[in-house]
């Protein structure tokens, strides 16, 4: 008995040491940090430095879906080096960033990574994930898919009839603005945003919509701003719904293929199997740029309009105020007062667009807390960087000024 012990021992170190040598360095980094639930607003800072450029290849998590890439890869040319009165390594490393990318008049003009990252390596977007649904509903538009974001949400699904939503809009929910109830409490384990994604769902319910529409109304829709990841699920559903398809298909088909992204990402999937739609799409930094330039060409791709005329800039204009100083909403992108605007996600995420300066800054980075809220000054400095950048911008344009 004892040398059969000792045998299957023996195998299970081989086996371990064989899948050890096969495994890339982002696995490795998983293996050695494995999170061991599900919850990531309570992971560990290594449990998330690894898990966050591997989210998708997570056993304790649901599956994903791949979002195949261009063939014709869209290109991103090298330009001067910018020169910003602010000392980059230190600000990566207060922020602990694993890539900052800064696209200028379609060069590249910084391209830094850290945490041990690299450019052909995919890092999550937690909540940047909400401007690509979004644009997903301009398309759906555009295909008339979709009549109008003034239709109400529970004529495109059923499921939702009878519920809270029954008289909310598709620009309400856009907006975040649909009066219904929800707790966004990153650091309350009690709160929706903790509990929705754990939910159980009805038989034949989509996991999302069975969760959303056992939610109390607030106040009438239309008249208040409160921020809801649920929200936006509900809208990935909705395109689903209108489109009869998959959204990491969609996007495929309307962005990621045509307009040339380099690398295949992924969307991790919910309980019931659809991509949830306000977190986690799996990119290089890379093609987080290019999605930036996609909006800054007006949402053209392989020659084709993908979006309604007028869809960006009524997307990327303030439709409502927010509780946060210096920021309004439009359709899930935050606004700034310059007209600049930026899809955001917890810990450090970030695509900022600055449409007048043909700028693009895309980040990835795994501050110590989900938010700013929770306490630190990640987002404050983050803030203070772009400006950094503006004024560097302006100072090459206006060299004597």
Same mark, same amino acid.
């Given at each position: 008995?004892? *040398?059969?012990?000792?045998?299957?021992?023996? $195998?299970?170190?081989?086996?371990?040491?064989?899948?050890? /040598?096969?495994?890339?360095?982002?696995?490795?980094?998983?293996?050695?940090?494995?999170?061991?639930?599900k919850d990531v607003?309570?992971?560990?800072?290594?449990?998330?430095?690894?898990?966050?450029?591997?989210?998708?290849?997570?056993?304790?998590?649901?599956?994903?879906?791949?979002?195949?890439?261009? *063939? !014709?890869?869209?290109?991103?040319?090298?330009?001067?080096?910018?020169?910003?009165?602010?000392?980059?390594?230190?600000?990566?490393?207060?922020?602990?960033?694993?890539?900052?990318?800064?696209?200028?008049?379609? !060069?590249?003009?910084?391209?830094?990574?850290?945490?041990?990252?690299?450019?052909?390596?995919?890092?999550?977007?937690?909540?940047?994930?909400?401007?690509? /649904?979004?644009?997903?509903?301009?398309?759906?538009?555009?295909?008339?898919?979709i009549e109008s974001?003034?239709?109400?949400?529970?004529?495109?699904?059923?499921?939702?009839?009878?519920?809270?939503?029954?008289?909310? /809009?598709?620009?309400?929910?856009?907006?975040?603005?649909?009066?219904? +109830?929800?707790?966004?409490?990153?650091?309350? @384990?009690?709160?929706?945003?903790?509990?929705? !994604?754990?939910?159980?769902?009805?038989?034949?319910?989509?996991?999302?919509?069975?969760?959303?529409? +056992?939610? *109390?109304?607030?106040?009438?829709?239309?008249? &208040?701003?409160?921020?809801?990841?649920?929200?936006? !699920?509900?809208?990935?559903?909705?395109?689903?719904?209108?489109?009869? +398809?998959?959204?990491?298909?969609?996007?495929?088909?309307?962005?990621?293929? @045509?307009?040339?992204?380099? &690398?295949?990402?992924?969307?991790?999937?919910?309980?019931?199997?659809?991509?949830?739609?306000?977190?986690?799409? &799996?990119?290089?930094?890379?093609?987080?740029?290019?999605?930036?330039?996609f909006m800054l060409?007006?949402?053209?791709?392989?020659?084709?309009?993908?979006?309604?005329?007028?869809?960006?800039?009524?997307?990327?204009?303030?439709?409502?105020?927010?509780?946060?100083?210096?920021?309004?909403?439009?359709?899930?992108?935050?606004?700034?007062?310059?007209?600049?605007?930026?899809?955001?996600?917890?810990?450090?995420?970030?695509?900022?667009?600055?449409?007048?300066? %043909? $700028?693009?800054?895309?980040?990835?980075?795994?501050?110590?807390?989900?938010?700013?809220?929770?306490?630190?000054?990640?987002?404050? %400095?983050?803030?203070?960087?772009?400006?950094?950048?503006?004024?560097?911008?302006?100072?090459?344009?206006? @060299?004597?000024?």
């Amino acid at each position: 008995m004892r *040398k059969w012990i000792i045998g299957i021992l023996v $195998l299970l170190v081989v086996v371990c040491g064989i899948f050890w /040598t096969a495994a890339d360095e982002d696995m490795r980094g998983l293996i050695l940090h494995m999170p061991t639930n599900k919850d990531v607003l309570f992971w560990s800072i290594p449990q998330r430095d690894a898990a966050f450029r591997t989210l998708d290849r997570i056993p304790i998590l649901s599956k994903s879906r791949v979002i195949p890439g261009g *063939k !014709n890869i869209y290109p991103l040319p090298k330009g001067a080096p910018i020169e910003v009165d602010a000392d980059v390594d230190s600000y990566m490393m207060n922020q602990r960033t694993a890539a900052l990318v800064i696209v200028h008049e379609g !060069n590249v003009r910084l391209e830094k990574y850290g945490l041990d990252f690299s450019p052909g390596r995919r890092w999550t977007s937690f909540s940047v994930a909400k401007s690509f /649904t979004s644009t997903l509903v301009g398309a759906a538009i555009q295909d008339g898919y979709i009549e109008s974001i003034d239709d109400n949400v529970s004529d495109y699904i059923p499921d939702l009839r009878g519920s809270t939503y029954d008289d909310v /809009t598709i620009k309400q929910l856009l907006t975040m603005t649909s009066g219904v +109830k929800w707790n966004e409490d990153y650091g309350d @384990p009690k709160s929706d945003v903790a509990m929705f !994604n754990a939910h159980k769902a009805e038989p034949g319910v989509d996991v999302t919509v069975s969760y959303m529409r +056992k939610l *109390k109304r607030e106040t009438s829709p239309g008249t &208040q701003w409160v921020y809801k990841t649920g929200e936006t !699920n509900l809208v990935g559903v909705l395109v689903s719904s209108a489109t009869g +398809k998959n959204l990491s298909d969609y996007l495929s088909e309307k962005i990621w293929q @045509p307009f040339g992204m380099e &690398q295949d990402a992924s969307w991790l999937l919910g309980s019931t199997g659809h991509e949830i739609s306000g977190c986690c799409i &799996q990119a290089s930094t890379r093609d987080f740029a290019r999605f930036g330039l996609f909006m800054l060409g007006g949402g053209i791709a392989d020659g084709n309009p993908v979006l309604p005329s007028g869809w960006i800039v009524e997307a990327t204009m303030k439709q409502v105020d927010t509780t946060r100083p210096g920021y309004g909403y439009g359709y899930q992108w935050w606004i700034w007062d310059d007209g600049s605007y930026m899809a955001r996600g917890i810990f450090g995420q970030g695509i900022f667009i600055d449409p007048k300066r %043909e $700028l693009i800054i895309a980040s990835n980075s795994n501050w110590p807390q989900a938010t700013d809220i929770q306490g630190g000054d990640q987002d404050k %400095e983050r803030s203070a960087f772009y400006k950094q950048v503006q004024i560097a911008i302006d100072r090459e344009a206006r @060299p004597d000024s």
